[in-house]
């Protein structure tokens, strides 16, 4: 299982260390409740929601509802390094917080939701959240960092092979990075194990994939959708 590591050894990253990664994810899939955002947005006043800052919005009777500090910087980067970004909530009040995404903003003036057009957000296990963004973008689960703040959900989404990292105080930029540098030792340790201690760039000659190690197919958890059947091995660890 794929679980966080002392963020000290990340925090002093850099955008230019970022960039000095061989194997960047392809995709980041994020929670909203003290992820992206500091609290519950079922716990506000609700809409109108209006835009006060970037990263800070009020609720219908003036409550301030802010992102979480270093939340527009992590997604600036992203979408600077052409990573992709997916929601993945189990909010109860998904208008409101679809509201919310429309209106906070990234340094470019983009707002969040124009940047992340995937959002699962919706009641039941994360699995079915990040199964149904898998399949809607297309990337595989192994090029995926999913970042919560809460447990459970990082041991759900592990167990269906996506590298998950735990958020306890919010989407910081030490595990924005953490979840950037264990993405690429996986790779890079995905290729050992097939014989290639190559680079990470993709082009290395691909044996026949071993079965999956590690992961499980997901269960079709609360009788909702059925969960999404997958080809693909998955890593181990
Ligand atoms: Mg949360």
Not at 55 to 76: E, H, K, M, Q, W
Not at 144 to 158: A, G, Q
Request: aromatic share 6%.
């Amino acid at each position: 299982m794929r679980l966080m590591r002392n963020q000290d050894v990340y925090k002093e990253r850099s955008e230019h260390g970022i960039r000095s990664l061989s194997c960047l994810p392809e995709l980041i899939v994020l929670d909203l409740d003290d992820t992206l955002w500091v609290g519950d947005i079922d716990y506000t006043e609700g809409p109108p929601f209006k835009r006060r800052s970037n990263d800070s919005i009020t609720d219908r009777r003036g409550n301030v509802f802010r992102l979480c500090p270093d939340a527009i910087r992590v997604l600036d980067v992203c979408v600077d390094l052409k990573i992709r970004i997916a929601i993945a909530s189990r909010t109860t009040t998904p208008r409101w917080a679809e509201h919310a995404l429309q209106l906070y903003q990234l340094s470019s003036g983009q707002s969040v939701a124009s940047v992340a057009p995937i959002r699962e957000m919706y009641q039941g296990s994360k699995q079915r959240h990040l199964n149904q963004i898998v399949r809607k973008s297309g990337v595989d689960r192994e090029r995926t960092v999913f970042y919560d703040n809460e447990y459970w959900n990082i041991t759900d989404v592990s167990e269906i092979g996506i590298l998950s990292i735990y958020t306890p105080r919010g989407l910081t930029w030490a595990k924005f990075c953490e979840g950037l540098w264990l993405h690429e030792e996986q790779q890079m340790a995905a290729l050992s194990s097939n014989g290639d201690g190559g680079d990470a760039s993709g082009e290395a000659e691909e044996e026949d994939p071993s079965p999956a190690e590690g992961g499980k197919v997901p269960d079709d958890d609360e009788g909702a959708a059925p969960a999404e059947s997958i080809d693909e091995p998955v890593m181990g660890g």
